[in-house]
């Protein structure tokens, strides 16, 4: 009877186990059902950068000088000897009190743990500089939000040693203690001014360690995250004479700031007066990884799409879509989980480069664009205008870059009107032949309509092929027209040192196949053919995508009706949207993101000079049209926006040329 | 006839003398109610789950979703509960609903848990039912909930019905949760007549909880512990202490394991209870042992969907 019971505990005991084991591998196997295939957009990267056209040294490489480093600031930090005990210059503490506020018990954690308030800010920075005489330039990196004591400063290490070695002085700028804040970004970037005060008395002052070694005509600002954000608010704030937000505050900076480095910015988060801050008048690099799982659109677009340039200097911007990059990977300290140590559980981190890879673009594109625009280094810009002609030096992944420069006079920015057959100038006309689709809409990035760009686009789709038993039919290339006023070219002075300019993304849309033209020979005849035709069946599955590449074809006409044409592809890599997938969750993807993709424009810019080598009898001073052609891809749909030109293009950019 | 209904009325009596260990009910307010509390020591004051109404309403400001739980602690003995929670501006409105059937003493009213277990399978049965409804508001960063309870024992052939009120209080700081709940407040069921009721009234288990509750990540796992004293009204103080280790691999599902000691208050209650939860998305799976008297243990299952 004992044993009976006994065995039949045992049989209990046995499937409880079971059904305990059972409940547990059901769930681990949902949750594997649940994690999403690793899908990634089919690599290009090995033949887009198959070329290095550029012939000068790797930007991305050690520079020639030897790097030395120091700290400086408030010599009292409880929290890091370096900024206590390791200062080679005392800072004095300045009050971020207009700019930063924490209220209530928040207030008092913040000064309890820092040991100090908002009324004291220190002026802390780490220093990679070069040795030598200099001048150099100086460059101020500051990093974004992010846990205020896992210090986020330290994390640029890598261009501070880099950049240093190519002779430039490089700070890290210590905003650790307005981490965890918010409505704060205004004030991180008056305190970057406040640094740049310190500076410029360090290299006037005699006794100084830097007298006369910083070149103060030749700054730029770089930001991380948050940081990318308020270097724009500096670069703002340096110009004005009082603070938006409150004019008993006032500024008197002026600071001789050359250039902006934006990495993977946010956008917005500061508006005085509920607009979002403009930008003029200075060198702009912004670069944004499309897996990136905190900053998670490409709002940086938006900063880009605010600089304009107004006082006829050689400004240009520039802004690269990193495919496979993230957030955190920029800064050696954050790591790859960009929402917190346990971010892996929701963060799909399979599909990202290596740190070193991600690191490795930064020293390429960001030395690069410091040594042309502070240092006026010629040989790196075509790079900015068709990254393709880098080939060698960058990480093997995708990139899609946009770029313009001063001197651009845009022709059709669609923003102006709700009439599609005008464009940005009176006289500008536009028209469209065969298309299946053209609308002008406002470009959005991944977060869908609350997630808008603000500005516009023309949307154009074409299907070549003719509806019917011929599937082999194709129809007249469809193609899309801008007619320009004779008074137009003749006051920008379009010349062959001109090129003309627009951006474009393809999409995944495909329009229907055109109807097949009437028979106009006889009465009513598809008509009758209709009635007696089955409807085209419907699609018995989901097609599947298009592999086959995207191009066309841009076609310049003169006065006198000289036509030369050239595809696109020659001036830039036209890419399907490259499918991104950030969490590991199908949901989680789907809830916090409308749309599988980014829509990055790729900038195309086609010297007309070399319309004039395909068509010598081709004159570009009486240019009459530009056509868009769409004669290379049977179907396919694009967002262009920014179609103008640049009348004098500075020839260095097109100095390296893709074959 | 008559000697029959002496003999009846002497047996009655006389179980009833040797089984009686309260003089509250109805039980159906003193029964464990969730799963995942009842893993934790039954401490759920400052509990976050939908079936938190049966502990203290406060919470429900804080509460979200709907579970339901199925108890066996003996052969005979059985039940289950249902709660959802309905969001509301900055408050919430719960409802919940517990049940156990058993089998009844002779004579034995009020009853508790322990009796109801050790109660042979021959006898009548009985049952004990608690519907309540709460509602909870967020004032000035602290949570206030109220919730009314009707409870009914339905023992052999006769029926106790009472109703009764709870009233908390619960505020956050950082990440600790400090709740305070008084539970079963009303007034007495009358006698009516009742042979069982020999007389004298039943008053409602009063009882107030002071409790905390913390969670926070500690390398790879989510902890989550909590601690609280209960003063009944029987006059026993009972505190006890509950945690939780749970390992996430994908955002949305964990496992996880619970341990709960509680000091006994001499009826109904166990010293050492434990059990596990699995979360799959928006719904979780949780089973709780409670190691009661003579090693009887009680399951509860429960599943809730968020």
């Known amino acids: ?659 | 006839m008559k000697r029959l209904l002496i003999a009846s009325t002497l047996a009655i009596l006389a179980e009833r003398s040797a089984a009686q260990t309260t003089k509250h009910g109805p039980l159906a307010l003193r029964l464990p109610a969730s799963a995942r509390a009842q893993a934790m020591g039954d401490i759920a004051v400052a509990g976050r789950d939908d079936d938190v109404i049966f502990y203290n309403p406060a919470q429900l400001v804080v509460a979200r979703g709907t579970s339901i739980s199925f108890a066996r602690t003996a052969p005979e003995v059985r039940g289950g509960t249902m709660s959802t929670v309905l969001r509301l501006g900055s408050g919430g409105l719960g409802v919940g609903v517990n049940y156990l059937e058993y089998r009844a003493a002779y004579g034995v009213y009020p009853i508790t848990r322990d009796e109801v277990i050790a109660t042979p399978a021959d006898r009548p049965p009985g049952s004990s039912a608690a519907a309540t409804l709460g509602f909870a508001q967020a004032f000035r960063g602290f949570r206030i909930g109220v919730s009314a309870s009707y409870a009914a024992d339905e023992v052999g052939l006769d029926r106790f019905r009472n109703v009764a009120a709870d009233a908390g209080l619960a505020r956050d700081f950082g990440r600790f949760t400090t709740a305070l709940a008084v539970q079963h407040l009303g007034p007495a069921l009358r006698n009516k007549g009742s042979l069982l009721l020999n007389g004298s009234d039943v008053k409602p288990p009063m009882k107030a909880t002071l409790g905390f509750g913390w969670s926070a990540p500690a390398g790879p796992l989510d902890l989550t512990a909590t601690a609280a004293v209960s003063a009944m009204r029987e006059g026993h103080v009972s505190p006890g202490v509950g945690a939780e280790a749970a390992w996430s691999w994908l955002s949305g599902y964990s496992v996880s394991a619970r341990a709960g000691f509680r000091y006994p208050r001499g009826i109904d209650d166990a010293w050492y209870s434990g059990g596990f939860g699995i979360v799959a998305d928006r719904v979780a799976l949780d089973v709780a042992a409670e190691f009661l008297k003579n090693d009887r243990v009680a399951y509860r299952a429960g599943f809730r969907l968020r």
């Open chain 1, 1 to 659: 009877m004992r044993s009976h019971i006994m065995s039949q505990r045992v049989i209990k005991s046995f499937s409880a186990r079971t059904s305990v084991r059972a409940a547990i591998g059901t769930a681990v196997l949902a949750a594997g059902a649940c994690t999403q295939a690793l899908k990634l957009a089919p690599d290009d990267s090995k033949s887009v950068l198959a070329t290095q056209a550029i012939t000068a040294p790797n930007p991305g490489l050690p520079g020639t000088f030897r790097v030395k480093t120091m700290y400086y600031g408030s010599g009292t930090d409880k929290r890091r000897p370096e900024f206590k005990d390791s200062v080679t210059l005392k800072t004095t503490a300045v009050d971020g009190s207009a700019f930063v506020s924490i209220a209530g018990d928040a207030g008092k954690t913040h000064d309890k743990f820092w040991g100090f308030t908002l009324k004291k800010m220190p002026l802390n920075g780490r220093v990679w500089y070069p040795e030598g005489d200099g001048p150099f330039p100086l460059v101020l990196v500051v990093h974004g939000n992010h846990t205020p004591d896992d210090y986020s400063d330290p994390g640029y290490r890598y261009l501070g040693e880099q950049l240093a070695s190519h002779g430039f002085i490089l700070v890290s700028i210590d905003e650790n203690f307005i981490n965890g804040l918010s409505g704060e970004n205004d004030g991180r970037g008056w305190l970057l001014l406040k640094h740049l005060e310190r500076w410029k008395k360090w290299n006037d002052s005699t006794g100084s360690p830097f007298l006369g070694k910083v070149d103060m005509h030749q700054i730029a600002l770089m930001g991380h995250s948050r940081g990318g954000e308020a270097i724009a608010h500096a670069a703002a704030f340096n110009r004005l004479s009082h603070y938006p937000d409150d004019a008993k505050v006032t500024f008197n900076f002026n600071f001789d700031i050359k250039a902006l480095v934006a990495i993977a910015p946010v956008d917005g988060q500061y508006k005085p007066a509920t607009v979002f801050v403009p930008l003029e008048n200075v060198n702009y690099l912004v670069v944004h990884g499309s897996h990136d799982g905190d900053v998670s659109s490409f709002g940086g677009l938006r900063q880009f799409q605010r600089l304009k340039f107004t006082d006829g200097q050689p400004w240009f911007k520039s802004a690269w879509y990193v495919y496979r990059a993230n957030h955190g990977q920029w800064n050696q300290v954050w790591g790859n989980k960009d929402n917190g140590p346990r971010s892996g559980r929701s963060l799909d981190l399979r599909g990202l480069i290596t740190p070193d890879e991600q690191r490795e673009f930064g020293k390429v594109v960001i030395t690069a664009f410091l040594e042309s625009t502070l240092k006026a280094r010629q040989e790196y810009l075509p790079m900015f205008r068709d990254h393709r002609t880098a080939g060698a030096w960058l990480p093997k992944t995708m990139y899609i870059t946009r770029f313009q420069a001063n001197g651009f006079t845009p022709v059709a920015v669609f923003d102006e009107d709700v009439d599609v057959t005008t464009g940005a100038s009176p006289g500008v006309k536009i028209s469209g032949d065969s298309l299946g689709t053209w609308k002008e809409s406002g470009l959005t990035l991944r977060g869908g309509a609350n997630d808008v760009l603000n500005t516009n686009a023309v949307t154009l789709g074409w299907n070549n092929m003719v509806a019917g038993k011929d599937t082999a039919k194709r129809g007249k290339p469809a193609s899309y027209t801008i007619t320009l006023p004779d008074s137009l070219i003749r006051a920008i002075g379009v010349s062959t040192r001109s090129a003309f300019c627009f951006s474009l993304a393809p999409l995944d849309a495909k329009p229907g196949p055109r109807s097949p033209p009437r028979d106009t020979t006889k009465k009513d005849s598809t008509a009758k053919k209709d009635s007696t035709e089955k409807p085209p069946a419907p699609p018995k599955e989901k097609a599947k995508p298009d592999t086959f590449p995207i191009d066309l074809t841009i076609e310049i006409t003169d006065a006198a009706g000289v036509s030369a044409s050239v595809p696109i592809r020659r001036y830039g890599i036209p890419r399907r949207p490259l499918e991104v997938r950030i969490m590991r969750r199908a949901v989680q993807e789907q809830q916090r993101f409308p749309n599988k993709f980014e829509v990055v424009l790729q900038s195309y810019s086609i010297p007309l000079a070399d319309l004039v080598s395909l068509a010598p009898s081709l004159d570009v001073t009486t240019l009459r049209s530009v056509r868009f052609v769409f004669d290379r891809a049977v179907w396919g749909t694009v967002q262009i926006d920014d179609i103008g030109i640049w009348v004098n293009a500075n020839p260095a950019f097109f100095a390296a040329r893709v074959p």
